[in-house]
């Protein structure tokens, strides 16, 4: 029933289409005017299809040229993860080579402008106007929007009949904005699989998918202007209101529009981060409508955009349905559903472990989503993945022992996931609030995990790391610690020398990571390849500050990034790297540091963020 019901739709709607075609071109008075806003009449299709094929060979080629730099960066981390595990003298990485450093100086890891990429710019508390991309983002950014610019105004000027020219504008605009909707869904999923083979963050790819939103958006209000210009200069706004009401093409031409330019309004950055959980859910629905609503206008008239909207919205509906497969593989087993352990810390943080009823292999690095069943269960999360310990499931018998430790089967082993959550607003202010009522601070409940996600960044190769953590963000730089050390131990590694930089605002905060920490400092052979500095910015009592040995040392205030950065190249121990987990203005610091030292040897910088 509902199929025939959407047949007659469409049927009739390409009845109406082809009326009002016929009819303008028998109105002698309208015949320069009215034809120009039907149909494909003064559209350039040959034209489209070469910017269509322009536009994603660009995209395409930009791809390949990534890889290959990617694959010769693994081929070079390879070679030196070989040749310099298990030696403590490594002066040949620790040398430039090449000319690379300016590349990474000045265009790779340099902000658009003086010092600031990642620190917001706030307006209040509760609202900010982002950020700013970095210059090599900001370059990709504007040669993209300038090719589609460029193809837009392509038009053939000479023509007398104005209103010709206008249609194919329409024709151009329209071809455009659904071309550059298949990459817009691609860089919005968290299953995107270009993450691993590029290994570009997802925050990168989040990036572009604003940007590429943004010309979508013009492009289909474009395209609509064009059409209700040309239709209202044929035959008024009771005609153009008239076709809106009876004509599907039409409706749901501008059911895509409007929805579009709601995201576009929703999504404008104070408003986002004012009320992001509402733009979530108003920015999926929207999306929604806006997939539909052009997939629907395409259809009814036939369209040559019809096949890519069609993948578009495949694309979308798949990604979406591969994040229920996630969830289920994660949190799904014989022995039941996660469940989570929220405990309310000191300094309005939450440790929350998440109990899969499995056995997961997780890289250090990586982050995943959360959800609980009690606390906004739609809404999901990311958060930087900080501890993860295999256990024996209830009721499992060993196998084997290996140098006095039991052995058990995979099938036989559950991973606990543990994350430190801060509390801001919305859901983490709920579920802080949630775990702090109880007495003790302690909270039970069901959960589910969707991960994890990112996780290829190797520091394996490396030296030398040095890594910096701002406040939660030693979530993301304890797990790397934990693994160097393991490595280093077997020497199954480069890395000889790790340098650990955590800030905090109040030593009350170095309770989030106190279990994992007694852990790592247990471990057999910290002490001769591990440094930890902690910097305690707002002490109570700067006389508690006291460092206990010389490879755990604390100090009030705020650490002078650059003298750090410049007594670590002093002692560089091969390739270095250093990493990033922490506030826009932390991160900034660290970058301009960074920056600062690359003639000075072989210096790599990671940034993790979650800008949004």
Known sequence: MASHHVHQLLHT?????????????????QGTIAPYATLLNGVNQPMNNMYRISSWWSLGVLA?????????????AHIRHVSAMGKTVQTFWAKNSSPLWKFKKY??????????????????????????????????????????????????????????????LRG??????????IPLVIFAGRNNPLIPILQISFDTYNLMHRWLGRIVIFMAVLHTWCWGYVKYKAVGWSGLFHQLN????????????????????????????????TFLDVHIIMAAFALGGTWIHCQVAHLPPLPYIQATCMLWACERVYRLVVLLRANY???????????????????????????????????????????????????????????????????????????????????????VIGAQTGFTRKLFNKANACSPRFLTLKAAMEGPYAGHHSLDSYGHVVLFAGATGITHQIGFTKHLINGFND????????????????????????????????????RDCLTIKLFVTRPKNPREIISPSNTVQMFPGRPNIKLIMEGEVKEQCGAMAVTVCGPGGLADNVREAVLDVQEDGVVDFIEESFTW
């Not at 016929?22 to 002698?28: L, M, P, Q, V």
């Open 13 to 29: 709607g390409t009845q109406v289409v082809a009326r009002a075609s016929h009819t303008n071109d028998t109105e002698a008075p």
């Open 64 to 76: 390949m040229l990534i890889l290959t730099i990617r694959l010769s960066q693994r081929i070079n």
């Open 107 to 168: 265009l790779l890891y340099a902000p658009l402008v003086n010092k600031r990429h990642n620190r917001e710019f706030r307006l209040s508390a509760a609202m900010n106007m982002g950020t700013l991309p970095s210059r090599f983002h900001s370059i990709l950014i504007f040669l993209y929007l300038a090719s589609n610019l460029g193809y837009t105004l392509q038009l053939d000027w000479s023509q007398k009949n104005h209103y010709k020219v206008v249609a194919e």
């Open 172 to 181: 151009r605009s329209g071809m455009l904005s659904v071309i550059n909707m």
């Open 246 to 277: 009876v004509d599907p093409f039409a409706t749901w031409g501008m059911i895509g529009t409007v929805a579009m330019i709601i995201i576009f309004i929703s999504a404008f950055s104070p408003v986002r981060h004012a009320f992001y959980e």
């Open 333 to 419: 087993s014989s022995n039941g559903w996660t469940y989570a352990t929220v405990e309310a810390l000191p300094g309005d943080a939450c440790r929350v472990t998440m109990h899969l009823p499995k056995k997961m292999h997780i890289n250090p690095g990586c982050h995943a989503y959360l959800r609980f069943l009690n606390i906004n269960p739609l809404e999901c999360h990311p958060f930087s993945i900080a501890w993860v310990e295999h256990k024996a499931a209830r009721g499992s018998l060993p196998v084997s022992e290996k140098n006095d430790e039991i052995m058990l089967r995979d099938k036989d082993l559950v991973t606990d996931v543990s994350f």
């Open 491 to 526: 020497g199954s590694i480069a890395t000889r020398k790790i340098t650990l930089v955590w800030i905090v605002r109040d030593s009350e905060h170095l309770e989030w990571v106190r279990p994992w920490m007694d852990q790592i400092l247990r471990l057999p052979g910290r």
